[in-house]
């Protein structure tokens, strides 16, 4: 199993390839180091609220397709947001994307909002410069909500746009290649797949394997769902052999307590 995200080191939307993680490499590397946080949930339905995990997530693995740009392991950031999480944080503020953007290691952070879902749907994107601040790309998107595949491919070329990236014919036919394999087309989907994401976040396995059903059955294609999958029921797995360990060391334990 290649890194993620497509490549993925261990599921595509659970890690990276050329990712930076708790420990990067000290060799020199001309591409730029890109964190994308989740996105925003600003339409106010609850029920949204896990919607900008998958969308980051399959971001990155968009991204990932493009050499130049290394990207932060999702696994790593999420062990960054954690209090951020808790406290409810709006990664699209600018001066928290940029404090974000520092704890990360990043050069550039990538936040983005999405405002609406129905009947249509409207992404807000931002690209920011983290040792300076500025923003150096904005972007919207508007389509219909089960043409996510569009929106998706919308936004990846004006996230490389903004990182003032020149994609050769070659590059781009590899992005929309792997976009392609990736493929997930309707808002229902990807609100499942997100959702999976965040019980996976919250280590709850089992539910994130029976929230991943309906997606394995709508995006059977998809190969970052396909990786996604195998990857949360192989920590599913793990965790049941530990409980088990954990269980039988207690019984053994309780035989030669003293009276």
């Not at 749907?121 to 595949?149: P, Y």
């Not at 309906?214 to 965790?239: C, F, G, H, M």
Request: no cysteine.
């Amino acid at each position: 199993m290649r890194s993620l995200v497509v490549g993925l080191i261990t599921s595509a939307a659970l890690v990276s390839p050329r990712v930076i993680a708790s420990n990067p490499p000290s060799a020199p590397s001309t591409a730029k180091t890109v964190a994308v946080l989740y996105f925003d949930n600003n339409t106010g339905a609850r029920d949204y609220d896990n919607l900008g995990r998958g969308m980051a997530s399959m971001m990155i693995t968009d991204l990932s397709a493009v050499k130049d740009i290394q990207l932060v392991e999702r696994e790593h950031m999420q062990d960054v947001l954690k209090e951020q999480e808790a406290q409810h944080t709006k990664y699209y503020d600018q001066s928290t994307a940029v404090q974000t953007g520092k704890l990360l290691g990043a050069e550039y952070i990538v936040t983005g909002a999405f405002i609406s879902v129905q009947p249509s749907m409207r992404i807000d994107t931002r690209v920011i410069r983290v040792q300076s601040g500025e923003i150096v790309k904005t972007a919207k998107v508007v389509g219909q909500q089960d043409s996510l595949f569009a929106l998706q491919q919308h936004l990846a070329d004006s996230l490389v746009d903004g990182l003032s990236i020149a994609l050769s014919p070659e590059q781009r036919e590899q992005l929309r290649a792997q976009q392609q394999r990736d493929r997930i087309d309707h808002l229902s989907t990807m609100t499942s797949y997100s959702q999976a994401l965040g019980l996976f976040d919250a280590g709850d396995y089992v539910g994130a394997t029976e929230k991943m059903q309906p997606v394995i059955r709508d995006a059977p294609n998809s190969l970052v769902v396909q990786l996604t999958y195998d990857e949360i029921k192989r920590r599913a797995a793990d965790k049941a052999k530990d409980k088990a360990k954990e269980k039988i060391t207690g019984g053994v334990r309780s035989i030669f307590k003293r009276p």
